[in-house]
């Protein structure tokens, strides 16, 4: 896929990975609208930091889907240049104390599971329609599926390590990323007839919001059990990836981990303290 002179939106567009995704498309001459939950006279001029005439920001919200589809229908008229796919970057980790009491657990999972798996899934539904839409009216899909040899779109999604290796601390967040790879695989094959190829891409640990202060915690993870390099992961490294998956044809149906060869372990070691009171608080 293209990116010179096409549009992709990027979501969770205000954060760390997102503007570095952002910057790297705009680097390759494509357009970006970003989409956030951050309200609009504080990401605006985010986004005209980032390119006053290719960089738009929309105030969206990912798991409702009309705020969805009213976005969308926004990013494809923003520019000239059509839109082509998106990167999904959004997504939230919900951190508790420690309980004995697991059903504590179940108000945030399901906030998680809102936001990082519904999310997921309304994005990638909608997009892949605004996609159909330009070549074929909709009203096309009541007589028959979309079919083409032709490359219409790219979607990428973020999932996480923790989507493959789910242990102990990732007890709601590890779930609700593993679901965002199983929504990869599906919809790569459902949309693959309509040339929309959907990816994923899995890192480990990035210094964000989303770490935030926890970062120490999985900094001393990283080096205990990464094989090389034990560190963060730099956004123009995720960028780099993401900018790999929308140009190379042959990527789809795939997930690529961004870890260093972490694997994610549960120390039960009895000469040690209770992993569950090293660990920053439940996901």
């Not at 929309?58 to 082509?84: G, H, R, Y």
């Not at 210094?207 to 080096?223: A, C, K, R």
Request: net charge neutral.
């Amino acid at each position: 896929m293209q990116i010179h002179s096409n549009t992709f939106i990027v979501t969770g567009g205000v954060g760390g990975c997102g503007k570095a995704v952002a910057k790297a498309i705009l680097e390759k001459d494509g357009y970006v609208v970003l989409f956030d939950i951050v309200k609009a006279e504080v990401a605006i001029p985010l986004a005209q930091q980032i390119s006053k005439d290719r960089a738009l920001y929309i105030q969206a919200d990912i798991t409702d889907e009309d705020s969805t589809k009213k976005a969308v229908k926004a990013a494809s008229n923003a520019f000239e240049k059509k839109l082509v796919g998106a990167v999904h970057c959004a997504g939230i980790a919900v951190r508790q104390p420690w309980s004995p009491i697991v059903s504590d657990s179940i108000p945030n999972f399901r906030n998680a599971l809102n936001v990082n798996t519904l999310g997921t899934y309304i994005l990638n539904a909608v997009v892949a329609d605004a996609i159909n839409e330009r070549h074929e009216p909709l009203k096309y899909a009541s007589k028959g599926f979309f079919k083409t040899k032709e490359e219409r779109g790219a979607i990428i999604n973020f999932a996480s390590v923790s989507g493959h290796d789910c242990y102990a601390r990732n007890l709601g967040y590890g779930p609700t990323k593993s679901a965002v790879l199983g929504i990869t695989r599906t919809m790569s094959d459902f949309l693959g007839e309509s040339g929309i190829r959907v990816n994923s891409i899995s890192p480990s640990i990035i210094n964000s919001n989303i770490t935030g202060p926890v970062f120490p915690y999985f900094l001393s993870e990283l080096e205990r059990s990464s094989s090389f390099p034990a560190r963060a992961i730099e956004h123009d490294e995720i960028a780099g990836t993401v900018l790999f998956l929308i140009e190379n044809g042959m990527m789809n149906g795939q997930d690529i981990r961004i870890d260093g060869g972490w694997r994610l372990v549960t120390d039960r070691h009895p000469d040690r303290p209770d992993y569950r009171t090293l660990a920053p608080g439940l996901e």
